[in-house]
């Protein structure tokens, strides 16, 4: 029986009321009172330099309030990075500035020059044409390998090269890896590359900032994942304004996916401005704006090899990639193709040696960033692209040779740095080749081929780290974070809850999820708690929304938080019962006494704790209200394996996915429907990855791709119906709701099988077809083929 | 600027724009009906659709002169009477065919443009028609299930869970 409330029932989300009607509070809904706009000039070219700046038109021009550049910043600081990688041989990575405003030069398409602010947008637009810029190009730096070589052009002149670091993991393992690979069996090479994507939140970024000149208190509205941090890292590091003067506000979100994790120059610009003029200032992103200031994803370039004895087990593995950094480092981008990635390496696999190298190269490109996934995706798409290309090569089975290496003792630590607390991989496989009637596949090829139609069928097992933790391990690698989450549980006179959370929701549902923990644990409607978030001045110090963490650890915070509740309003129960503490049960909202008829309801003892007269006073203090902040032991590991039916017609090389399938293990669920949804999200922008999205720069610099009409997203016709299972449960062990997060899950599973089912389609055709790089567009499909 | 009269959610009412004024902008600016929401600036994301004299119009791509007279119907008036979510809203919260919100309004206006044209469409077919609404955040699966559902039709016959 589906249960109709509390952990593990599909309640409907509260938060859908808003969105369904029109009443949804987004940051551009925000308008202050006198506000101005800004409206950002930015770089047309890659790179070059800056001789001049003439802005004397423009301020004449009307409802022009000022026009900023670089010069109105000095004593501002750059937007900082918020990770530190340290390099094979001990050396710190190579870390430039990030101007708020270009300085001199500019370095990439998009970059911010000058920004007029005005009464209105229009004015600010029509006074921006009149900014006169003179700008030398320079040679764009752009392909990562030549970006490395000697005299090449340098992005940044105060570096010494476009290498920002040369990462090795593990290097003690190096040689012991070599030595494998050259003494195997059989060793299975692939190149490959990881497409750069934009991340598309269908809400564009906007900064709406205002100025208190009688409090001295900024207040910044923003579009973010995670408001506490871009208070921090704004607030010390670049406007040097102390956090209790600086409110950050992110309401209804539409969207994030990782590019509204980071801080950015447009925020800072805002709310420096405001001051400086003394009226609000607001910004709202255009798209087009959006695709050259939005951080992007991925964009990695691989050479994989997977040592295999001549039985299929695997004897080591190294990687060789090289990362786009962009121009500038974006607040986590140097920890994504390092300890989001290389830690992933082992995947599902007792693969005992692993040795992954990686450059990360400064081009002149928009900064890189997370995106759905972060370096996971990038993993597991080389590990099970070259696990069913060595499967191919030996002869074996694709999933037989899966199984054969699969991990399947737990806790298991990895060759590269982490321990697998649970899993059950041969679980998640049974699941998908049941639900995807792997058997039946035969006949359905047979009708395809009849039709003249190749069909093909493609399986990837995946590995998921969530929650990013423990803090003081994070540290040593370099994170200028904590990674722990808060929550404040209030409870009010008549029993009703507010929960103050550090997480912070941007589609994921937290609203009804997160109550829904927190009623279970009381035994109240869920309808008598309301979770609040996104706004610096009603939480905690909390760091947000990213990774797959709000179950796994702002979840855990509120669970640390609200027993501490419980364990309070058992006191004052057992006082007003007359009974011993130990005595006290909570179930269904109501305190009895074991073995006995007494019972005090949950809103009798929460008016106790406010209405104190019968009251232990001299043992507890008054009020019923509680913090936690939680620090897990150690990342959660949601895995599954996904399976992908394609039809390529060898005509065209157009390639149709008939059929999706998802078997995840995330753990416990709370709420399976938005697990559900989770998933599907992240199929559909796992599959627009393989299938049709790019983000493309011309040998000049210029984005290609720079809008919807050259930007391809997934559309309703362009994906199937999605099967997907979470039935698969392996409870996480260390964290209290044995929960692991499924955000990106979707998004890491899916490339992977789906390439690998393009290419069974054309080799079950006879092609000699061993890679084709993604987007698999029909052009290169039939080249492909046809090759 | 010229003085432009429409009908808006069955309200009366005139503003002075400028020439260049979107009727999208007019409904967020001058209206306040913030639900119309601004996803491009290409017309591609739907984000920003409402019903003019009844049809699905990408408000980003009208100006609000060329609204004048016309019955405009934004997001802000599809609920019951009552205030309760109409038959198309309410299958959108049923099958959780929305997550972040910021597509919603503009899919809940395809939708029912959809459904006053084709009662009862196919899943092929829905997914046709909503060409020209993005989604970033449900993969669609769940709108589909939403639309169908409110068209009246047995939706695990058509969407395996
Ligand atoms: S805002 Fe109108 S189509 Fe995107
Ligand atoms: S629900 Fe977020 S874009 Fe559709």
Redesign the pocket.
Known sequence: MPKDGGIGASSKRREDLRFLTGKGKYTDDINLRDQTYAYFIRSDVAHGTINSIDISAAMKMPGVERVFTASDFEGVGGVPCGWQVTDRHGQPMQEPKHPVLAEGKVRHVGDPIAVVVADSLAEARDAAEQVEIDITELPAVLNMKDALNDGATKVHDDLTSNLCYDWGFVEENRDAVDAAIKGAHHVTTLELKNNRLVANPMEPRVAVADFDSSTDEYTLYTTSQNPHVIRLLMGAFVLGIPEHKLRVVAPDVGGGFGAKIYHYAEEAFCTFAAKQIGRPVKWTSS?SEAFMSDAHGRDHVTKIELALDKDGKFLALRTDTHANMGAYLSTFAPSIPTWLHGTLMAGNYTTPLIYVNVKAVFTNTVPVDAYRGAGRPEATFQLERVVDKAAREMGIDPVELRRKNFITEFPYATPVAVEYDTGDYHATMDKLLELSDHAGFEARAATSKANGKLRGFGIAHYIEACGIAPSNLVGQLGARAGLYESATVRVNATGSISVMTGSHSHGQGHETSFAQVVAEMIGIDESQIDIVHGDTAKTPMGMGTYGSRSIAVGGSAMVRATEKIINKARKIAAHLMEASEADIELKDGQFTVAGTDKSVAWGDVTLAAYVPHNYPLEDIEPGLEETAFYDPANFTYPSGAYGCEVEVDPETGKVTVLGFTAADDFGNIINPMIVEGQVHGGLAQGIGQAMIENCAYDDDGQLLSGSYMDYAMPRADDLPMFTVDHSSVTPCTHNPLGVKGCGEAGAIGSPPALVNAVVDALQRAGHDVTHIDMPLSPDRVWAAMNS | MTKVTMTVNGKTVSKEVEGRTLL?AMLREQLNLTGT????????????VVHVNGEAV????MFAAEADGAEVKTIEGMANADGSLSTIQAAFQEHHGLQCGFCTPGMVMSAAALLKDNPKPSEAEVREYLE?NLCRCTGYHNIVKAIMAASGQDVPAVAAE
Do not use: E, F, L, N
């Open positions: 798209r | 999208s929401h601004i996803g491009c600036d290409t017309s591609q994301c739907g984000a920003c990408k408000s980003c791509t020209g």
